[in-house]
Nanobody, 125 residues
Framework: QVQLVESGGGLVQAGGSQRLSCAAS????????MGWFRQAPGKEPEFVAS????????RYADSVKGRYTISRDNDKNTVYLQMNSLKPEDTGVYYC??????????????????WGQGIQVTVSS
């Protein structure tokens, strides 16, 4: 079992930056693929970014490519999401997720096994 806790959200102005962190419990963090998803009010959850077990592979949604960077520190059991050039449409609840196989850079939420509680990010115009 893995527990995930997000931090770093809040209110930011458009054009600004914010970094989300997701701390994981347990000894197997380095074997999990990790991902970030977000859900805007009234919308379905959407994939944001994923990262391989080693951190050597990453994948991004087109909507955030070039603005967001996912990274991980396996020594600290933490995955990060650096968000730059934020837009009002980036507003939503951001979720960290872990998947056990660690084989692929999954984009479908159904492929993930563990989820954090979510954290609100609000970008004001």
């Amino acid at each position: 079992q893995v527990q995930l806790v997000e931090s770093g959200g809040g209110l930011v102005q458009a054009g600004g930056s914010q970094r989300l962190s997701c701390a994981a419990s347990g000894r197997s963090f380095s074997t999990y693929g990790m991902g970030w998803f977000r859900q805007a009010p009234g919308k379905e959850p959407e994939f944001v970014a994923s990262i391989s077990r080693s951190g050597g592979g990453t994948r991004y949604a087109d909507s955030v490519k070039g603005r967001y960077t996912i990274s991980r520190d396996n020594d600290k059991n933490t995955v990060y999401l650096q968000m730059n050039s934020l837009k009002p449409e980036d507003t939503g609840v951001y979720y960290c997720a872990a998947e056990k196989s660690g084989r692929y850079l999954y984009t479908n939420q159904n492929d993930y096994d563990y989820w954090g509680q979510g954290i609100q990010v609000t970008v004001s115009s």
